[in-house]
T-cell receptor, first 113, second 109 residues
Framework: KAGVTQTPRYLIKTRGQQVTLSCSPI?????VSWYQQTPGQGLQFLFE???????NKGNFPGRFSGRQFSNSRSEMNVSTLELGDSALYLC????????????FGQGTRLTVV | QKEVEQDPGPLSVPEGAIVSLNCTYS??????FMWYRQYSRKGPELLMY????GNKEDGRFTAQVDKSSKYISLFIRDSQPSDSATYLC?????????FGTGTSLTVIP
């Protein structure tokens, strides 16, 4: 059974640009969550989608947005990139939004220069 | 006060030692408890999952939950150099996950 797939694995962007990250959940999983991981802050919750609807949103500015498609694949977008957005962005999938178990992808490492 | 508190370490132990990793929490609504292992530059890997107080064992790993004390632990027996990683505790109310900041563990051969 394939795991959670995130693309791309690595990205380098310039301040002010925008970026789109992709996440394909485990087959049959309909809930996708996004997290930002930095050495100082740990895992910070961005948002969660279930059946194409955003259920929860963390405390991030509006520059961070996401969506989910009918096949449960999800994308997150960050506009007007700032240096502080450099982080590992992780996607986690679970069967439902009950948050009983979540399986993570390998992450996308974003560097903003 | 953070929802979940975890000592960041770093923790360094000799090979074969018993390792104890701990998290405390403040929200009594947490029902589900998980431990993740994260190797450098990789995503977190689910190690253990439990939804009740008590112990759950899986090979060299034992997860312990004490809801009355709001305290969870992960024990690693006969630790190996391959156990060197960051260990994250996670908890859920059933509506959202809350993660600890992680404990960095190094097992010295």
């Amino acid at each position: 059974k394939a795991g959670v797939t995130q693309t791309p694995r690595y990205l380098i962007k310039t301040r002010g640009q925008q970026v789109t990250l992709s996440c394909s959940p485990i087959s049959g999983h309909r809930s996708v969550s996004w997290y930002q991981q930095t050495p100082g802050q740990g895992l910070q919750f961005l948002f969660e989608y279930f059946s194409e609807t955003q259920r929860n949103k963390g405390n991030f500015p509006g520059r961070f947005s996401g969506r989910q498609f009918s096949n449960s694949r999800s994308e997150m977008n960050v506009s007007t990139l700032e240096l502080g957005d450099s982080a590992l962005y992780l996607c986690a999938s679970s069967t439902d939004p009950g948050y009983t178990e979540a399986f993570f992808g390998q992450g996308t490492r974003l560097t903003v220069v | 006060q953070k929802e979940v508190e975890q000592d960041p370490g770093p923790l360094s132990v000799p090979e074969g030692a018993i390792v104890s990793l701990n998290c405390t929490y403040s929200n009594s609504a947490f029902q589900y408890f998980m431990w993740y292992r994260q190797y450098s530059r990789k995503g977190p890997e689910l190690l253990m999952y439990t939804y009740s107080s008590g112990n759950k064992e899986d090979g060299r790993f034992t997860a312990q939950v004490d809801k009355s004390s709001k305290y969870i632990s992960l024990f690693i027996r006969d630790s190996q150099p391959s156990d060197s990683a960051t260990y994250l505790c996670a908890m859920s109310t059933g509506n959202q996950f809350y993660f600890g900041t992680g404990t960095s563990l190094t097992v010295i051969p």
